[in-house]
């Protein structure tokens, strides 16, 4: 079983910056990717970056390509969310989330359908 536990949300001004940390625990063959993902209310969850453990696959929305990366530590047990250029269309809750996407490409490790294990969020809001 995979536990997850975000931190690092909160409030900032547009054109400000967050890092987010997800904070990862136990193990599951179902388990070789992570992501971040985000959700508005009324609004599905969406992808927003997401990797695949131990090769150089990186995965990022659109609406944020060039503006957030996704990282983690060697072992894969911390992944982090760096947010630069903050603007209030960003303002969503964050949840981090690992699962086996089921082929490469942004089809498939950015859709909230291949992840199985979810962290309870936490909240960015964009605001001046």
């Known amino acids: 079983q995979v536990q997850l536990v975000e931190s690092g949300g909160g409030s900032v001004q547009p054109g400000g910056s967050l890092r987010l940390t997800c904070a990862a625990s136990?193990?599951?063959?179902?388990?070789?990717?992570m992501g971040w993902f985000r959700q508005v209310p009324g609004k599905e969850r969406e992808g927003v970056a997401a990797f695949r453990k131990g090769t150089g696959y990186t995965y990022y929305a659109d609406s944020v390509k060039g503006r957030f990366t996704i990282s983690r530590d060697n072992a894969d047990n911390t992944v982090y969310l760096q947010m630069n250029s903050l603007n209030p269309e960003d303002t969503a809750m964050y949840y981090c989330?690992?699962?086996?996407?089921?082929?490469?490409?942004?089809?498939?490790?950015?859709?909230?359908?291949?992840?199985?294990?979810w962290g309870q969020g936490t909240q960015v809001t964009v605001s001046s």
């Open positions: 136990g193990y599951s063959s179902d388990s070789n990717s």
């Open positions: 989330a690992a699962g086996n996407p089921r082929s490469y490409g942004s089809r498939w490790y950015l859709s909230r359908n291949e992840y199985n294990y």
